[in-house]
C-alpha cells in the first residue's frame, strides 16, 4: 500500500508552547488528509478534515485556534497544537487518501506528552 | 450523522477458534467499509475493504467480511484466529459530505496460545 510518513514520532514539550507535526504523503497526492487523536485504550476520534487549498472542516468540539491545521500541498498537512497543555497529551494520528473513493492510508501516529 | 458501532469490546479465544466481530453503521446512502487492524505498538493496517460488488469481500490473513445492506452491517469474520491476530480491530465507514473516515470503538481481541 501507499505510504504515509508522521513526524516526530514522540514528542515532549513544555505546557505553554506550541508543537508542529507533520503528515506526508511519500508516493502519492493526497486530496484529503484526516488528523486523529487516539486515547489510551479507546478509538480514534476524528479531530478534522482538510483539503489540499482550502481551510480544514473541523469536527465538533475541537477547538480551531488550538488545533491549527495546514494542508498546503498535495503531500503535506501539518497540525500545530498550540499553548498546549498536559491534557492534550494524546496519540495524534494522519491519514492520507487520494480520492473520496479510495481507501485512506494512516501514519505511524505521534505521541505527545506535555509536561 | 454517521456513526459505526461495534459490538464487542473484548473478545478472548483460543487457538483455533472462530471469530466474528460485528460493525453496524449508520447512514443511509453509499457507503464504503473497511477493517483496520492494529498489532501492539503498530500503526493502522488495513485488513478488508468494501466499495461494490460482491459483499462478500476477503482480506489479508485469512480475513473475510460481509457487507448486508438491509441490516446495515459488515461483520468481520475468520474462521480459525491464530495467536498472532491478537490486536485491536476497527471498523470504520467512509460516507457522507467529504467522505469523512468515521472509525468504530475498537474491539481487542486476545487469543490464548
Known amino acids: ?115 | 450523522a454517521q456513526s459505526v458501532s461495534q459490538h464487542n469490546h473484548h473478545v478472548i479465544l483460543s487457538e483455533a477458534a472462530s471469530l466474528e466481530l460485528g460493525c453496524n453503521y449508520s447512514y443511509g446512502g453509499t457507503v464504503n467499509l473497511f477493517w483496520y487492524v492494529q498489532y501492539p505498538g503498530q500503526h493502522l493496517q488495513l485488513l478488508l475493504k468494501y466499495f461494490s460488488g460482491d459483499p462478500l469481500v476477503k482480506g489479508i490473513k485469512g480475513f473475510e467480511a460481509e457487507f448486508i445492506k438491509s441490516k446495515f452491517s459488515f461483520n468481520l469474520r475468520k474462521p480459525s484466529v491464530q495467536w498472532s491476530d491478537t490486536a485491536e480491530y476497527f471498523c470504520a465507514v467512509n460516507a457522507g459530505g467529504g467522505f469523512k473516515t468515521i472509525f468504530g470503538a475498537g474491539t481487542r481481541l486476545f487469543v490464548k496460545a
Open chain 1, 1 to 115: 500500500g501507499a505510504v504515509v510518513s508522521q513526524h516526530p514520532s514522540r514528542v515532549i514539550c513544555k505546557s505553554g508552547t506550541s508543537v508542529k507535526i507533520e503528515c506526508r504523503s511519500l508516493d502519492f497526492q493526497a486530496t484529503t488528509m484526516f488528523w486523529y487523536r487516539q486515547f489510551p485504550k479507546q478509538s480514534l476520534m476524528l479531530m478534522a478534515t482538510s483539503n489540499e487549498g482550502s481551510k480544514a472542516t473541523y469536527e465538533q468540539g475541537v477547538e480551531k485556534d488550538k488545533f491549527l491545521i495546514n494542508h498546503a500541498s498535495l503531500t503535506l498537512s501539518t497540525l500545530t497544537v498550540t499553548s498546549a497543555h498536559p491534557e492534550d497529551s494524546s496519540f495524534y494520528i494522519c491519514s492520507a487518501r487520494q480520492t473520496e473513493n479510495t481507501e485512506a492510508f494512516f501514519g505511524q501516529g505521534t505521541r505527545l506528552t506535555v509536561v
